[in-house]
């Protein structure tokens, strides 16, 4: 580099940064295009890559799924649009599930809906999704031991839009509605996309085990085809109010109207753009030119309200029905028996500051929460134990933990075992002597607010003789790298990892634990296992007595299967006052079909 | 009475202080090796545990010159600890770049040929290579650390140094002294690192300041990108990262004065290596 330029180089960015700093007014104009069309960004570095209804690990983020219950609605929709969490009449494609035969089968009516093709929405659909999990269960990244389709001894069509499903025993009603049905079973067009080549004939492959892996392979290697999906034939066969036009690798979607559309819930804007960045901050700065009409701030920028109401945007937090954790890889042969140690977790958990990360971290756009359901001390499932908090920030306490079992904290600050043995004072099995409380914790980039919690944890926990190696990715490497592992797998390297920008885990309905805590479920990542919560989770699942979810939650909320951290809103959204019908649910559905232009 | 003859050093030096940026530079490079290296003697902050509750302080306020970041760390306290990081990578990967790009450049130049061909094709194709991605790229497979963006930095900023004194090679390899030596059985290696690189030196000294500057740069760039050290550490390209989140809500002391000290880190190192181009140059010397 020339010596002026070097100089100039240096200069410019110092005016830039000058520039930046000073530019405190309202930054340019409003509008956003043309009046039927609105503007939403995506969540910094999570954009969508998999299309697919049917989720394979790595494409698992929640923006998949709602963009694509936009164009293939499931059978039934809860939503919390009006302040609660409520069934969503409007958006599902089925009348409200009967149950008979003492909870045993389940009667589901379709309504009228019909294909872009013009084809009926008929029960065969939905059968062809149920045998397409049921054939591919080990590959589907939602698959989860003793749940849906496992828990179901049969499904019979009555008719063209009537089908029973008869259970393996009784469950929990709200449970099997609520979670099983919503989340997991919807109509798919069987009759374009039961086939197994691009080229080959369609027919009911699904119904034979051995074809019906086929058929989801070549559905897979469809969806793995990003660029493709605009153009790809399968994917414009859809039953909701949106088709996808435009879906780049980079993340960005356009949703057109669906005109063909036959369901109470028609769209009013003819398209729905999907804009993604790579940090709050570029997001933040197109939002300040008025380029989006449905975006985000960071709390950092939570000074800045009045600027953009004057913008002409409402700013708003979107509290999601969630909770936020790190979990551990019980399963890491190096760190795994050390996370076994319950005094580890609660030393880790101690010397976590919640109240403090909440309100200076995330200036009070998030909420301290302390066990497995969301910290709503309204919920009828939250327990006393988890409204407690009965591991409060005591830096004192979680060192006297760590101490106490056989570990020394070493001149470096980093404690190592010196007292190895599964003795109540020793460090435990399977620790041997020199082990150091080092971890690697992978967390997802692009938020100042989550760079800011991962410093305050690494600083605290220094205090207590625990040392974290903090390494940055993007949200879908994040996922990607921390799933449900074996010792003896490579990819059972990773230690910690965080994910939780927005919430590490959105409940559907009824928030029971089955899918993240269950000894072998899918989303159980860091391996947690435990005979009593299992029991626990089992029964929540199954009784319809409300306390059940109450003693899951207590146990879980003192045995710790991850570090409990503050839930932050979904986001702090930013919406135009131009567009109309805007609601934050706290499931997190995005209803775009619903939003107009004033 | 005729005045005694100035040695080369002294007349090296005279013009060396006749550029007076280069004296500023000199003056600014004390002055911040001093504030980074000596104040964290004399100003003493913690600047590895985070006090939530005392974040975003104004300067001023509860005994912080420049006030405190978001995490509470002391502006000011942290401005010295990340000068050190910043000086240490800068200075450690320019004086690696030089090394290696002097030694390449050397023997390439010297051996001529078919050697110097395939070494000089390496050298136009890692120029051919933006250097920010290279370290983009490293930073998303290693951890960053001290000695990994001084080894990443070193490893992509080499080439000009390479060119640079491929050139000088090629030029002083035909030199009288240098012919004969390899007439009286010397080696190849013998006369560049006896001969070659000693004669070269002024040019190798003037460039090795530039990329001092330039690995400055590289870190600040980086650090920006969100790619830099992890916390505790900081470095000022970090912290103006950092303080840029909180731009619009005029907290200025996040963002100038690392971007202060960045520009005149760079600067001063620009001035220095001016000087030295002046002193080591002979047309410059004798224009002076």
């Given at each position: ?13 110092a ?11 309202p ?43 936009l ?58 999704h ?22 179901v ?10 089908f ?61 085809q990003i ?64 380029q ?5 701030i ?37 760190v ?108 997802e ?45 490579a ?33 159980n ?5 435990d005979p ?67 | ?56 302080l ?27 990081t ?84 090629l ?41 001092v500057?330039?690995a ?43 971007g202060?000290?960045i ?26």
């Amino acid at each position: 580099m020339a010596v002026r330029s070097r100089v100039l180089v240096a200069v410019l960015a110092a005016a830039g940064i000058v520039l930046a700093a000073c530019s405190g007014g309202p930054a340019g104009q409003s509008g956003s295009g043309p009046s039927d069309s609105a503007t939403f960004a995506l969540p910094p570095n999570a954009t969508p890559n998999w299309i697919l209804p049917i989720g394979i690990p790595g494409h698992l983020s929640g923006i998949n799924t709602a963009v694509n219950r936009l164009m293939w609605p499931p059978l039934y929709t809860y939503a919390g649009d009006d302040g609660s969490l409520a069934f969503d009449e409007k958006a599902s494609v089925a009348n409200k599930p009967v149950f008979s035969d003492g909870g045993k089968t389940v009667t589901i009516t379709l309504k009228d809906y019909t294909w872009s093709t013009g084809a009926k929405v008929t029960a065969r659909d939905v059968e062809f999704h149920f045998n397409l999990i049921k054939a591919n269960k080990t590959k589907w990244g939602n698959y989860s031991k003793g749940r849906l389709p496992d828990n179901v001894v049969s499904f019979m069509i009555v008719d063209d839009k009537t089908f029973t499903l008869t259970l393996d025993k009784v469950y929990n009603t709200d449970w099997f509605a609520e979670n099983q049905l919503t989340q997991t079973l919807r109509p798919l067009p069987q009759a374009a996309w039961d086939k197994t080549s691009a080229d080959g004939p369609v027919g009911d492959f699904d119904r034979d085990p051995a074809t019906a892996v086929q058929v989801f392979d070549f559905l897979v290697e469809r969806s793995k085809q990003i660029a493709e999906y605009d153009k790809d034939p399968l994917w414009q066969v859809v039953s909701g109010p949106f088709r996808v036009t435009e879906y780049s690798p980079q993340g960005q979607v356009t949703l057109t109207r669906n005109d063909k559309y036959t369901g109470p819930d028609k769209a009013t804007l003819t398209t729905v753009s999907l804009k993604p960045f790579t940090s709050a901050d570029a997001e933040y700065n197109v939002l300040r030119t008025g380029q989006l009409d449905y975006g985000y701030i960071a709390s950092s920028n939570l000074g800045q309200t009045s600027a953009l109401e004057q913008q002409g945007y409402t700013v708003e937090p979107w509290q999601g029905w969630a909770i936020t954790y790190i979990p551990y890889n019980f399963n890491n042969p190096k760190v795994g028996p050390i996370f076994a140690q319950l005094y580890v977790r609660q030393a880790i958990q101690h010397a976590i500051d919640q109240p403090s990360i909440a309100k200076n971290i995330w200036r009070g756009s998030a909420a301290p929460g302390y066990g497995p359901v969301p910290q709503d001390e309204k919920s009828p499932f939250i327990s006393d134990a988890q409204k407690a908090n009965p591991y409060p920030f005591d830096i004192a306490k979680a060192k006297a933990l760590i101490t106490g079992h056989g570990w020394t904290i070493g001149a470096d600050g980093v404690a190592t075992c010196t007292s190895p043995g599964a003795a109540e004072n020793q460090c435990g099995a399977g620790i041997a002597a020199g082990t150091p409380l080092r971890f690697e914790l992978l967390a997802e980039s692009g938020s100042k607010e989550t760079d800011n919690t991962m410093s305050e944890l690494k600083s605290s926990l220094s205090q207590i003789g625990v040392a974290i190696d903090l390494k940055q990715a993007p949200l879908n490497t994040v996922l990607g790298n921390s799933k449900p592992c074996t010792p003896e797998q490579a990819e059972c390297s990773w230690q910690l990892s965080f994910f939780g920008t927005q919430g590490s885990w959105y409940f559907p309905a009824y928030p029971s634990g089955d899918r993240i805590f269950t000894t072998g479920a899918t989303s159980n990542l860091g391996s947690y296992s435990d005979p009593k919560a299992d029991e626990l989770i089992t029964r929540s699942t199954q009784s319809d007595d409300s306390a059940a979810m109450r003693e899951y939650g207590e146990y879980l909320t003192r045995n710790l299967p991850v570090i409990w951290l503050p839930n932050p809103a979904y986001q702090i959204s930013a919406t135009k006052t131009s567009l109309q019908g805007v609601e934050q649910d706290p499931l997190v559905g995005m209803s775009p079909q619903r939003w107009s232009r004033k | 009475m005729t005045a005694p003859a100035r040695s080369s050093a002294d007349e090296r030096l005279l013009a060396f202080r006749r550029n007076k940026l280069a004296l500023v530079g000199a003056a600014l490079l004390v002055l911040l090796v001093a504030f980074c290296f000596l104040g964290p003697l004399v100003y003493v902050t913690d600047q590895v545990h985070t006090v939530l509750e005392a974040a975003r302080l104004l300067p001023g306020e509860q005994g912080h010159p420049l006030g405190t970041d978001d995490l509470g760390y002391d502006v000011l306290g942290r401005l010295m600890a990340a000068g050190q990081t910043s000086l240490v990578i800068g200075l450690a990967a320019g004086a690696l770049a030089t090394v290696i790009g002097t030694a390449w450049g050397a023997v390439a130049g010297f051996y001529g040929g078919w050697l110097d061909a395939v070494m000089m094709r390496v050298v136009d194709a890692g120029i051919a290579i933006p250097g920010l991605f290279l370290l983009v790229v490293a930073a998303t497979l290693v951890t960053p650390s001290v000695p990994v963006l001084i080894l990443v930095i070193g490893l992509v900023s080499w080439l000009v140094p390479a060119r640079l004194m491929r050139a000088e090679s090629l030029a002083l390899r035909s030199r009288a002294y240098v012919e004969a030596m390899r007439l009286a059985g010397g080696t190849g290696l013998g006369a560049i690192r006896r001969h070659i690189v000693p004669n070269a030196i002024g040019t190798v000294i003037v460039n090795a300041t530039f990329q001092v500057a330039d690995a400055i740069l590289l870190v600040t760039y980086v650090s920006f990108l969100g790619l830099g050290i992890p916390p505790p550490a900081a470095n000022w390209g970090g912290m103006l990262s950092g303080g840029l989140a909180y731009s619009y809500d005029g907290y200025w002391w996040l963002i100038f004065p690392p971007g202060l000290l960045i520009v005149l880190t760079v600067c001063a190192f620009t001035f220095i290596g001016d000087g030295l181009r002046d002193a080591f140059d002979v047309r410059f010397r004798e224009r002076a």
